[in-house]
């Protein structure tokens, strides 16, 4: 039998205590059936007047949990209220609010510099002040979406980058439990309250592999992590990925009549296909990262994002994972943001995420960091000029060398791009920044039949065959880069033999499609005829 992983750590409160690992930010986000309607500065969140509701809605917790407290945590407690009345934090919030920016962007925003300023501090007791602003942050956060951060289970052993001081103090911890970091301070707030509290807690351990409830010990007298057998450390940083191939893997092999491989993943458009993927049959060649945001607030929240990723990621295995940035604006609003000028003009897909920058900018650190748990590319929505792409890899490198610079694990995907504007369909050879290329053919069908949403279906049957043309146009266009399509023509049997003949061997269906398109096209040769005997 395989030997449990004991990982050197540091000590910041002696003891030991074993239990299953509740792994932090993890958590499902709620669907929006099972967010409250009726939350306090809930849906609605525009203007300064719902933030200020939700930094008095924050105090009032806090001096909740106060009630009782000792004087150590009473101390921290005041610290926080005292940030939340502070009215220099208030007035550069203003600012933000002035300039145009949403009231929750304002606050991430704001808070996020004050986060920055400390993290890159000289003396370790003001960078370890950074978790506590972070507290703050998402204890506002929370009251704006109507989601507070929930509790984890009694007797549990806590694994994080870092905790923050009120979830500690929240947290029963009677019934025993640990603290393991992979970040963390002995001068943190969290380090003081578990010493004075006599809760063992390990810190400095490095990103390791657990999933929720597996056994693990932490071992405060030592400075360990003892991991049950099969656990491992999680490389800090890996180069960026190539994006997937046009070859389907062994085990999951299609091939046409006449023996040309052809691989065949899968759209998600929901949460509960997640838990559907098969990684023994599929990757996911198209996953619609709108079904997670249903909120202004869930833009906001860059650990909430990661959970989803990082969730779609693990459950796809070795498969490919692509996932496209927001596709909101236009005739897709987000709650929250249809009174910003950005939607009046009709902006939508990356040229809304390019006008507001702070959507763009949690997002890509979300995927940034997710990158490292599996084979992901990223791809934009909507482009038509090829500066949007590069303006969009500026985002992806700053925001990457911020995390660097915060010790966070993550990795540089692949970036390419959807292909669902006939004048970015006609000049591909020009997009040289693309990584790859995904035909989104129910846009692309639209525009070039001039079609409304409404009568878009109508309309698709007639304007196949100028779809098939510039197609098979496109794809000559690509240089040889990875191309697919991922639209509903992609996942009707009746137009699989132009699709081939116009070069198409990557194709991404509904999960419910998969079947019914895998046994067409064995039955097709790769120029699209009915193989012999057919």
């Given at each position: 039998?395989?030997?449990?992983?004991?990982?050197?750590?540091?000590?910041?409160?002696?003891?030991?205590?074993?239990?299953?690992?509740?792994?932090?930010?993890?958590?499902?986000?709620?669907?929006?059936?099972?967010?409250?309607?009726?939350?306090?500065?809930?849906?609605?969140?525009?203007?300064?007047?719902?933030?200020?509701?939700?930094?008095?809605?924050?105090?009032?917790?806090?001096?909740?949990?106060?009630?009782?407290?000792?004087?150590?945590?009473r101390d921290i407690i005041d610290f926080q209220i005292e940030v939340?009345?502070?009215?220099?934090?208030?007035?550069?919030?203003?600012?933000?609010?002035?300039?145009?920016?949403?009231?929750?962007?304002?606050?991430?925003?704001?808070?996020?510099?004050?986060?920055?300023?400390?993290?890159?501090?000289?003396?370790?007791?003001?960078?370890?002040?950074?978790?506590?602003?972070?507290?703050?942050?998402?204890?506002?956060?929370?009251?704006?979406?109507?989601?507070?951060?929930?509790?984890?289970?009694?007797?549990?052993?806590?694994?994080?980058?870092?905790?923050?001081?009120?979830?500690?103090?929240?947290?029963?911890?009677?019934?025993?439990?640990?603290?393991?970091?992979?970040?963390?301070?002995?001068?943190?707030?969290?380090?003081?309250?578990?010493?004075?509290?006599?809760?063992?807690?390990?810190?400095?351990?490095?990103?390791?592999?657990?999933?929720?409830?597996?056994?693990?010990?932490?071992?405060?007298?030592?400075?360990?992590?003892?991991?049950?057998?099969?656990?491992?450390?999680?490389?800090?940083?890996?180069?960026?990925?190539?994006?997937?191939?046009?070859?389907?893997?062994?085990?999951?092999?299609?091939?046409?009549?006449?023996?040309?491989?052809?691989?065949?993943?899968?759209?998600?458009?929901?949460?509960?296909?997640?838990?559907?993927?098969?990684?023994?049959?599929?990757?996911?060649?198209?996953?619609?990262?709108?079904?997670?945001?249903?909120?202004?607030?869930?833009?906001?929240?860059?650990?909430?994002?990661?959970?989803?990723?990082?969730?779609?990621?693990?459950?796809?295995?070795?498969?490919?994972?692509?996932?496209?940035?927001?596709?909101?604006?236009?005739?897709?609003?987000?709650?929250?943001?249809?009174?910003?000028?950005?939607?009046?003009?009709?902006?939508?897909?990356?040229?809304?995420?390019?006008?507001?920058?702070?959507?763009?900018?949690?997002?890509?650190?979300?995927?940034?960091?997710?990158?490292?748990?599996?084979?992901?590319?990223?791809?934009?929505?909507?482009?038509?000029?090829?500066?949007?792409?590069?303006?969009?890899?500026?985002?992806f490198r700053e925001e990457a060398e911020k995390l660097g610079r915060?010790?966070?694990?993550?990795?540089?995907?692949?970036?390419?791009?959807?292909?669902?504007?006939?004048?970015?369909?006609?000049?591909?050879?020009?997009?040289?920044?693309?990584?790859?290329?995904?035909?989104?053919?129910?846009?692309?069908?639209?525009?070039?039949?001039?079609?409304?949403?409404?009568?878009?279906?109508?309309?698709?049957?007639?304007?196949?065959?100028?779809?098939?043309?510039?197609?098979?146009?496109?794809?000559?266009?690509?240089?040889?880069?990875?191309?697919?399509?991922?639209?509903?023509?992609?996942?009707?049997?009746?137009?699989?033999?132009?699709?081939?003949?116009?070069?198409?061997?990557?194709?991404?269906?509904?999960?419910?499609?998969?079947?019914?398109?895998?046994?067409?096209?064995?039955?097709?040769?790769?120029?699209?005829?009915?193989?012999?005997?057919?």
């Amino acid at each position: 039998m395989a030997e449990p992983l004991r990982l050197k750590a540091k000590s910041a409160s002696p003891g030991i205590a074993s239990g299953p690992a509740f792994l932090a930010g993890e958590q499902k986000a709620p669907s929006a059936a099972e967010q409250p309607d009726t939350a306090p500065a809930s849906r609605a969140v525009g203007g300064y007047g719902a933030l200020e509701k939700a930094i008095d809605i924050s105090i009032s917790e806090l001096e909740h949990l106060a009630d009782g407290a000792d004087a150590e945590s009473r101390d921290i407690i005041d610290f926080q209220i005292e940030v939340l009345r502070d009215p220099s934090i208030a007035e550069a919030t203003g600012a933000r609010l002035e300039a145009d920016e949403n009231v929750v962007f304002a606050w991430v925003a704001t808070l996020d510099a004050y986060i920055g300023e400390l993290e890159a501090a000289d003396e370790e007791q003001m960078r370890a002040r950074a978790v506590d602003i972070l507290d703050i942050k998402n204890r506002v956060l929370g009251a704006l979406a109507g989601t507070p951060i929930a509790d984890f289970p009694p007797g549990s052993v806590f694994v994080g980058k870092d905790m923050e001081p009120s979830r500690f103090l929240a947290h029963d911890w009677s019934k025993g439990g640990g603290i393991a970091l992979f970040a963390g301070s002995t001068a943190g707030h969290v380090a003081l309250l578990a010493r004075a509290k006599s809760v063992p807690m390990v810190i400095g351990t490095g990103r390791f592999s657990a999933a929720d409830g597996d056994p693990v010990s932490v071992d405060g007298n030592a400075g360990a992590v003892i991991l049950q057998a099969g656990s491992m450390l999680i490389p800090p940083l890996a180069p960026a990925q190539e994006p997937a191939g046009d070859t389907q893997t062994t085990g999951g092999e299609l091939r046409t009549a006449d023996g040309v491989p052809i691989l065949l993943s899968i759209n998600i458009n929901d949460p509960a296909e997640i838990d559907a993927l098969d990684p023994a049959t599929a990757g996911v060649g198209l996953m619609r990262s709108e079904f997670s945001i249903t909120s202004v607030a869930d833009a906001a929240n860059e650990e909430q994002q990661l959970a989803i990723y990082r969730r779609v990621l693990e459950q796809a295995g070795d498969r490919p994972v692509t996932i496209r940035m927001l596709d909101i604006g236009g005739d897709k609003p987000l709650p929250g943001l249809e009174d910003l000028p950005a939607l009046a003009s009709g902006l939508r897909g990356i040229r809304l995420l390019l006008a507001r920058p702070e959507i763009a900018r949690v997002q890509a650190r979300a995927l940034l960091r997710a990158a490292v748990f599996g084979r992901l590319s990223v791809m934009l929505p909507m482009v038509t000029f090829p500066d949007e792409i590069d303006r969009m890899r500026d985002i992806f490198r700053e925001e990457a060398e911020k995390l660097g610079r915060r010790a966070l694990h993550h990795r540089m995907p692949p970036i390419g791009m959807m292909v669902e504007v006939p004048a970015a369909a006609l000049m591909l050879d020009a997009f040289g920044a693309a990584a790859f290329f995904s035909f989104g053919t129910n846009d692309l069908t639209q525009y070039l039949a001039a079609s409304t949403r409404d009568d878009i279906d109508a309309d698709a049957g007639k304007a196949a065959p100028a779809v098939l043309r510039l197609l098979a146009q496109a794809v000559k266009l690509t240089a040889g880069k990875p191309v697919s399509i991922c639209g509903d023509m992609a996942g009707n049997p009746h137009y699989l033999p132009g699709l081939l003949a116009a070069g198409l061997r990557h194709f991404s269906v509904a999960p419910a499609r998969r079947p019914a398109i895998r046994s067409a096209i064995i039955g097709l040769n790769a120029d699209g005829t009915r193989a012999a005997g057919e």
